[in-house]
């Protein structure tokens, strides 16, 4: 764990300082968090877990024990579990690429560069995202509640020779240090959440935020073409378990900014929750012809922005005033 992290790291459950003993870290307060192949796990097995990974991962912590180190095995290719999980990761254009990956699909940020700005990547599952912040010049760590991807994240990070940190933790309480981050980003993760949910993790973005920081949340548009399909496909049902939960625009707006600060709403994409046309040359030709009609969407929607009402993935992006 690299010295900077160490100095932001906190309890997530009062915020105290901790340190690292034999068994694990501790806080002032007596709360432990143990270790597992060197990643730290700091999950709250108290509250009700957002996906079934974290309970799977708080009883790996118990089985597998605390102190050790990621493994030193070399990775030839892509690692199995990108290969496995991609099509969950990435979304349904890539479900064809399932054990077929040659390379990383390694995002472009939407980000400026940075000379060494703290980021966090809420939701990281692989790291994708935080290899690209990474490689824009950030200080980078990622969370995730599912330790089976922290542990790949790291694979994957060393293997690409990324200097990520990773950690098992909990978007609703973060175990950092107040005012800690410039820059948060999540992706494809707090759409999964109760509206509830959603407002607990935005209020501890904005705590982790520095003053002047900023945050970049994607979420999904109520009346996006695709997004209505998927809605009228369950009936108009209230979403369970780990289902995608729509928001308009109005409601994404009010959220962000009483809960984190002033800011925008930008458009991602048109037709998928995941439209990164800089993996076009990996997936079938019908999926390059919809991502790249997306991209002419979306660059229209800053000349027509009435077209964004349409849009099925959004960037809610918000500055910390005070």
């Known amino acids: 764990m690299d010295d900077w992290l160490k100095n932001i790291l906190v309890c997530p459950r009062d915020h105290f300082s901790v340190q690292i003993e034999s068994d694990g870290l501790v806080c002032h307060a007596g709360h432990r968090y143990p270790i597992v192949a060197g990643v730290p796990l700091m999950l709250l097995p108290e509250v009700k877990q957002t996906h079934r990974a974290a309970k799977i991962s708080l009883e790996h912590a118990s089985l597998r024990g ?18 496995h999980e991609i099509g969950a990761t990435n979304g349904l254009a890539y479900r064809t690429l399932s054990r077929k990956l040659k390379e990383y699909p390694i995002p472009k940020l939407c980000a400026p560069q940075s ?8 939701g990281c599952n692989w790291g994708r995202w935080s290899i690209a912040a990474s490689r824009m010049g950030y200080k980078t760590v990622g969370i995730d509640p599912n330790l089976e991807a922290i542990l790949a994240a790291a694979r994957v990070a060393k293997q690409l020779g990324s200097q990520v940190q990773y950690l098992v933790a909990d978007a ?7 005012r800690a981050f410039d820059f948060v980003f999540s992706y494809s993760v707090l759409q999964h959440f109760d509206k509830g949910e959603v407002l607990l993790s935005l209020s501890e973005i904005r705590r982790v935020l520095r003053v002047g920081g900023r945050s970049m949340v994607q979420m999904p548009n109520m ?24 928001w308009t625009l109005s409601e994404m707006r009010s959220a962000f900014c009483s809960s984190i600060g002033s800011g925008t709403v930008l458009v991602d994409g048109y037709f998928s929750l995941n439209p990164r046309t800089e993996d076009a040359h990996m997936l079938p030709w019908k999926c390059r012809l919809v991502f790249r009609l997306s991209d002419f969407l979306r660059d229209l929607s800053i000349k027509v922005p009435a077209i964004t009402r349409v849009a099925d993935s959004l960037y809610v992006i918000s500055t910390r005033d005070k």
């Not at 605390?66 to 290969?83: A, L, R």
């Not at 609703?172 to 107040?178: I, M």
């Open 223 to 246: 009346f996006g073409l695709r997004s209505l399909y998927h809605q009228l496909r369950r009936r108009f049902r209230k979403a369970k378990d780990f289902e995608v939960r729509y």
């Open 66 to 83: 605390h102190m050790g180190k990621v493994t030193d095995q070399s990775i030839t290719g892509v690692d199995e579990f990108v290969q």
């Open 172 to 178: 609703r309480y973060l175990p950092f240090a107040e």
């Open 115 to 122: 000379a060494g700005g703290n980021f966090l990547d809420i």
